[in-house]
């Protein structure tokens, strides 16, 4: 599909759009009071769908819903520090997702000790959806914060870094049925792909030693490089068995 990233763009623009309509929804925050009331509410039913389905269809929500990876994306055109591709290091990720839910989990208990709350319960409203001046104050921190890091920052380097649900969603995605292949006989290896990634992924390196899967557990499926590609040679698809697929391009290649 070649005009993917324009319907990714679009899917993008609207949901930051309507952000202070369905706030509470995809707030990451809101995961931490969720679990501090007891209550499991929508926003952890939908970022638990995106973990959950991460195997399968990787960074999903990171890529076409998060309206915090969009303002990211927008403000990373004019950052400041250009990034080389960097491995996110998996100690920092956990500096911050282990006190995150610990420090949740604790007063859940404290909570619970108190009388205060009670068992887990599904409440998926729990949360009201009015906007009220409370939200506002946070959905502008959590906005300009997004904003400043890509300021900074080129390329997501929040999401590969410091956000969690980054990190829940890319230990899944390591194991995406759902990714950009790159058709081999197709590639000029020109680079504009890999140039132009939102995230830097290191597309050449996967073209040339991973037989064109581009099994990067940062990729949000944007579908940029596929758009940007002159010669059709990049297409997102499911592949469900990586190895096979493999064997069968070097059979194919040592044919040639
Ligand atoms: S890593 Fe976090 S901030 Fe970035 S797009 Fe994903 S959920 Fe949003
Ligand atoms: S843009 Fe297309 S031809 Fe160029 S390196 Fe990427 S996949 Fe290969
Ligand atoms: S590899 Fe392609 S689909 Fe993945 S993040 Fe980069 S541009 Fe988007």
Known sequence: ?????????????IFLLLTPVFFQYFGLGFIWHSIYWGVI????????????????????????????GTVSDLSSQHSIFKIKWRKPKIWIRM??????????????????????????????????LDFSLHYQYVWIIDVTSALLFGLLLERRW?????????????????????????DINKCTLCGKCEKDCLVRIPIIDYINNNNGLITNSECILCGKCVELCKFDAIKIKFIW?????????TETISLI
Not at 158 to 182: D, E, F, H, Q, W
């Open 158 to 182: 929040a999401c590969k870094n410091i956000c969690i649900m980054g990190t829940l969603c890319s230990a899944g995605a390591n194991y995406s049925r759902l990714i950009p292949v790159v």
């Open 1 to 13: 599909m070649k005009k993917l990233y324009s319907y990714n763009f679009i899917s993008r623009i």
């Open 241 to 249: 068995n990586r190895n096979k697929y493999k064997q069968l391009i």
């Open 95 to 128: 500096i911050l997702l282990i006190p995150f839910f610990a420090s949740a989990i604790i007063f859940y208990f404290i909570n619970k000790e108190r009388g205060i709350t009670h068992d887990f319960a599904f409440l998926s409203s729990f949360l009201k």
């Open 41 to 68: 509410t929508a926003v952890v039913l939908i970022w638990g769908a995106f973990i959950i389905f991460s195997p399968l269809v990787g960074r999903i929500g990171c890529g076409w819903f998060c309206f915090m």
